[in-house]
């Protein structure tokens, strides 16, 4: 288990408490206008929009706003329109980031993205300056109290995982994009259930991180996250368990 996945995991745990008070559901509710936008209100031929109803009911929001977004994205009802938008950059210590947005307004997001980057000492960089270091994967997280470390591999293995990893007490799957849904459905069949499950971007090559990087890189990524306009970070860190856990409450928002 790398520490970038491990603290993944912890920011969407984070997130669904969040949730609950509405902090995310802005997040949210732009995949899920844009997903339909642009490929139709129907989740049976969109996979996008399955996936962002998946994560939306994950974060326990309530159908009629599910229903109301994808309505908006479809045009059945009135809505903004969002741009999405990808900002590349580097973090202290060379850490790659990749930052997506979904946005009504680019400059705006443009300039906050950019003032944080350099408050934190980092910069950004030109398109295609980091995107190189990443692929697009489906990540999944299962805790290892929920399953078998043989079955959690039979499983994911059978289904068409690219590898498995154990580490941490919890299980990584990483999978190609177009064999997440198979295996997602494969764990929920047999009742397994998943701490983190998202198509992502998956860095290649990750930067290990002592404690005082951490901090620095954990602070930017977490400013970036907590912009409305911010969808996800991709970063290349990896970070021991053993330090994340140490400054996991001084990090975060």
């Known amino acids: ?8 995991t912890i920011k969407r745990q984070k997130a669904k408490v969040d949730a609950q008070r509405g902090k995310t559901f802005t997040k949210l509710i732009r995949e ?3 997903a339909a936008r642009e490929g139709g209100g129907d989740p049976g031929s969109n996979i996008r929009l399955r996936t962002a109803i998946q994560t939306a009911r994950d974060s ?7 229903d109301r977004a994808i309505k908006r994205g479809t045009g059945e009802l009135p809505g903004v329109s969002y741009e999405s938008a990808t900002f590349e950059g580097y973090a202290a210590g060379g850490v790659a980031l990749l930052v997506n947005t979904l946005t009504d307004n680019r400059n705006r997001t443009s300039a906050e993205i950019r003032h944080l980057f350099t408050r934190h000492g980092g910069h950004l960089g030109e398109p295609g300056s980091v995107a190189y ?3 697009k994967k489906g990540v999944i997280v299962i805790e290892a109290s929920q399953a078998s470390e043989d079955r ?3 499983i994911a293995l059978e289904s068409g995982a690219d ?3 154990a580490e941490g007490g ?9 064999r997440f849904e198979a295996i997602r459905q494969t764990f929920a069949n047999e009742k397994i259930p998943c701490q983190l499950a998202e198509v992502s971007l998956y860095p290649k090559n990750t930067i290990r991180l002592e404690r005082d990087g951490a901090m620095k890189v954990l602070k930017l990524v977490n400013e970036l996250e907590d912009l409305d306009d ?11 368990e053993e330090i994340l856990k140490t400054i996991e409450g001084e990090v975060g928002s």
């Open 1 to 8: 288990m790398s520490g970038h996945s491990k603290w993944a």
């Open 32 to 34: 899920l206008v844009t």
């Open 60 to 66: 326990n929001m309530p159908k009629e706003n599910i």
């Open 133 to 135: 270091m990443f692929d």
């Open 152 to 154: 959690v591999f039979e």
């Open 163 to 165: 590898d498995v990893r």
């Open 170 to 178: 919890q299980f990584e799957i990483v999978c190609p994009p177009d």
């Open 230 to 240: 911010v969808q996800n970070v991709a970063a290349n860190f990896d970070i021991p």
